[in-house]
């Protein structure tokens, strides 16, 4: 395996700040404050980590050299070679202070005991009880050389949430991949901010959807304050007791077919979002009546800043799942949750202090059953420091809720990513059966519906 050129290679790709702000990958930065909403990731019932397993096609045999390509890429990005320091001289604020990598202390190739997949799971589930020590950069990378139904070996990426988002990780990682068709050239960014649909002309369309957007934010900023405050969840046997983000996690993912995502998206004129939402309170539902024979109830899914219901209940029409999350989520792209919610959180930080902000984040979250989150990955093959990657699968652990639910595309294909605390939900891959079963019931209804209509 050949050594890949460092950041200063890599000046078209723009990685994100835990802020939301850019910075070329081989910029150099002085010290700077840790942003108070990476500050709010180590705060009790928030320390999260992003833990990412990537599938691939061949064994890393050259330990040597991929240890090399991480020290000339990752390890050069001013966040992995950073420590977050307190600071003395301004009261207590935490700054970021570069510091000397020992790629020793990143790099780990664990003896493996029994090379099959149940070890790949029981080595992530060990890793999610324990966190990384704040005197090194808040990072590790895992060599599995073990092969599993999916890929020859897995990588294990664990980063601390402070350090970034899913998206701004997404990038890094692109950043260290090369297309298997072309190992000269970086994959094609799919991370792109979509424009606003809004007219620009002042017609009664464009004054009658700013009035919906008003009311659309009045309401979800007040559910969002409610739930801050007191309004909870209706109990489902997937919610998890306090304190269950300090219980280990099972991490578990199952792989389908993105054209079967698109056929369905294309037929009912929606999202690939939509569909997957609804693939989802499908599976979901699936599974709970299953586990808890005639369960009915409500749930709520947390995206971020915007609070989400899913109603947990078998429909007849299965494409029913599919309208009802295309419905839910036109009328939040008509609402303003996400950019107030965030500017609530950033007023409490101004007014009373990073401890009262993390108690209130810790209370939304706790309140709301589960995380659900997306990010698309590249649409063509890449290798990953000379090893084709089969799949990428993130996660997180250290939340309040007892289930996480990811999905990430890659080429296509489309992997749900299953978080879970194995006291609430002891059986995740059945729940990744649900999944899979209620999307191929969904794609039967809409292929049947068009042979109909012919």
Same mark, same amino acid.
């Given at each position: 395996?050949?050594?890949?050129?460092g950041?200063?290679?890599?000046?078209?790709?723009?990685?994100?700040?835990?802020?939301g +702000?850019?910075?070329?990958?081989?910029?150099?930065?002085?010290?700077?404050?840790?942003?108070?909403?990476?500050?709010?990731?180590?705060?009790?019932?928030?320390?999260?980590?992003?833990?990412t397993?990537?599938?691939?096609?061949?064994?890393?045999?050259?330990?040597?050299?991929?240890?090399?390509?991480? =020290?000339?890429?990752?390890?050069?990005?001013?966040r #992995?070679?950073?420590?977050?320091?307190?600071?003395?001289?301004?009261?207590?604020?935490i700054?970021?202070v +570069?510091t000397?990598?020992?790629?020793?202390?990143h790099?780990?190739?664990?003896?493996?005991d029994?090379?099959?997949?149940?070890? &790949?799971?029981?080595?992530?589930?060990?890793?999610?009880?324990s966190?990384?020590?704040?005197s090194k950069?808040?990072?590790?990378f895992?060599?599995?050389?073990?092969k599993?139904?999916?890929?020859?070996?897995?990588?294990?990426?664990?980063?601390?949430?402070?350090?970034?988002?899913?998206?701004?990780?997404?990038?890094?990682?692109?950043?260290?991949?090369?297309?298997?068709?072309?190992?000269?050239a #970086?994959?094609?960014?799919?991370?792109?901010?979509?424009?606003?649909?809004?007219?620009?002309?002042?017609?009664?369309?464009?004054?009658?959807?700013?009035?919906?957007? &008003?009311?659309?934010?009045?309401?979800?900023v007040?559910?969002?304050?409610?739930?801050?405050?007191?309004?909870?969840?209706?109990?489902t046997?997937?919610?998890?007791?306090?304190?269950?983000?300090?219980?280990?996690?099972?991490?578990?993912?199952?792989?389908?077919?993105?054209?079967?995502?698109?056929?369905?998206?294309?037929?009912?004129?929606?999202?690939?979002?939509? &569909?997957?939402?609804?693939?989802t309170?499908?599976?979901?539902?699936?599974y709970?009546?299953?586990?808890?024979?005639?369960?009915?109830?409500?749930?709520?899914?947390?995206?971020?800043?915007?609070?989400?219901?899913?109603?947990?209940a078998?429909?007849?029409d299965?494409l029913?799942?599919?309208?009802?999350?295309?419905?839910?989520?036109?009328?939040?792209?008509?609402?303003l949750?996400?950019?107030?919610?965030?500017?609530?959180?950033?007023?409490?930080?101004k007014?009373?202090?990073?401890?009262?902000?993390?108690?209130?984040?810790?209370?939304?979250?706790s309140?709301?059953?589960?995380?659900?989150?997306?990010?698309?990955?590249?649409?063509?093959?890449v290798a990953? #420091? =000379?090893?084709?990657?089969?799949?990428?699968?993130p996660?997180?652990?250290? +939340?309040?809720?007892?289930?996480?639910?990811?999905?990430?595309?890659?080429?296509?294909?489309?992997?749900?990513?299953?978080?879970?605390?194995?006291?609430?939900?002891?059986?995740p891959? +059945?729940?990744?059966?649900?999944?899979?079963?209620?999307?191929?019931?969904?794609?039967?209804?809409?292929?049947?519906?068009?042979?109909?209509?012919?």
């Open positions: 395996m050949d050594v890949i050129p950041f200063e290679d890599l000046k078209r790709i723009r990685i994100a700040k835990p802020d +702000q850019c910075t070329i990958a081989n910029g150099e930065e002085e010290e700077e404050p840790v942003s108070p909403m990476a500050r709010l990731f180590h705060e009790p019932g928030c320390n999260i980590y992003i833990i397993k990537i599938g691939l096609k061949t064994q890393i045999l050259d330990i040597h050299a991929f240890k090399a390509n991480l =020290g000339l890429t990752l390890a050069k990005h001013p #992995f070679s950073s420590l977050q320091v307190v600071s003395k001289e301004s009261g207590g604020e700054k970021w +570069q000397e990598v020992d790629m020793d202390n790099l780990i190739v664990p003896h493996i029994y090379p099959d997949e149940k070890f &790949v799971e029981d080595y992530i589930c060990n890793l999610s009880k966190t990384i020590d704040k950069p808040m990072w590790d895992h060599i599995l050389n073990v599993t139904s999916d890929a020859e070996a897995v990588g294990v990426l664990r980063v601390h949430h402070s350090l970034g988002d899913g998206a701004s990780l997404m990038s890094l990682f692109l950043a260290c991949t090369r297309k298997t068709s072309d190992p000269e #970086f994959p094609s960014c799919t991370i792109v901010t979509k424009k606003s649909n809004l007219s620009k002309s002042w017609g009664l369309g464009f004054v009658l959807m700013m009035m919906m957007m &008003v009311w659309n934010t009045i309401v979800d007040v559910m969002f304050v409610l739930t801050a405050l007191f309004l909870k969840d209706t109990k046997p997937l919610k998890g007791p306090p304190g269950v983000e300090n219980n280990p996690r099972r991490i578990v993912h199952r792989t389908v077919s993105l054209d079967d995502v698109k056929l369905v998206k294309r037929a009912m004129n929606i999202t690939i979002n939509d &569909v997957v939402l609804g693939v309170e499908a599976g979901i539902s699936k709970l009546n299953r586990r808890y024979e005639g369960y009915k109830g409500q749930m709520g899914n947390k995206i971020g800043y915007v609070i989400l219901s899913f109603t947990i078998f429909r007849e299965p029913e799942y599919v309208r009802e999350a295309n419905a839910i989520m036109s009328q939040k792209k008509t609402s949750e996400a950019i107030y919610s965030h500017w609530i959180v950033k007023l409490i930080l007014l009373f202090g990073i401890k009262a902000a993390g108690k209130l984040s810790h209370k939304v979250f309140n709301t059953t589960l995380w659900f989150s997306n990010v698309p990955g590249p649409q063509e093959e990953f #420091f =000379g090893h084709p990657v089969a799949y990428i699968a996660t997180c652990y250290g +939340q309040p809720n007892a289930l996480m639910i990811h999905v990430v595309s890659y080429v296509d294909k489309l992997t749900f990513v299953l978080s879970a605390d194995e006291e609430t939900i002891p059986d891959h +059945q729940l990744c059966d649900d999944l899979e079963d209620s999307l191929k019931l969904v794609m039967a209804a809409v292929i049947a519906k068009q042979t109909h209509k012919v």
